[in-house]
């Protein structure tokens, strides 16, 4: 679903609006969206080959999503500029998902 989203709101930013800042808005949330959109499944096979606190990642990635794309295409929309201020925080989220999927996924168990 999440990267369905992300092509959408891609093809929104190239077809449906012309101002610059929210073209800009929808393109780097949907490129963000897709990238982490798959990342999600990587957390998901990294879990089931054994690695720990892979939902955890899925997680982090899933809020960064929330917070960080889901603020870029509310203002690209026409939602305040202050809702920006939670972009950031979005954007924690995905560098933690990405710490703990660095520090966890490759450490698996071994194969014996």
Request: proline content about 4%; some cysteine.
């Amino acid at each position: 679903m999440s990267g369905l989203l992300a092509v959408g709101f891609g093809a929104f930013a190239a077809h449906g609006i012309s101002a610059p800042k929210p073209v800009e808005w929808l393109h780097t949330g949907s490129q963000y969206q897709m990238a982490h959109a798959l990342a999600v499944f990587a957390a998901f096979g990294l879990h089931r080959a054994g690695a720990k606190d892979m939902g955890k990642v899925a997680a982090f990635f899933l809020i960064g999503t929330l917070l960080f794309c889901g603020s870029l295409y509310a203002m690209a929309l026409g939602a305040p500029r202050a809702l920006g201020a939670i972009t950031p925080v979005g954007g924690v989220s995905f560098l933690v998902g990405w710490a703990l999927m660095a520090a966890r996924g490759f450490s698996l168990p071994d194969q014996a």
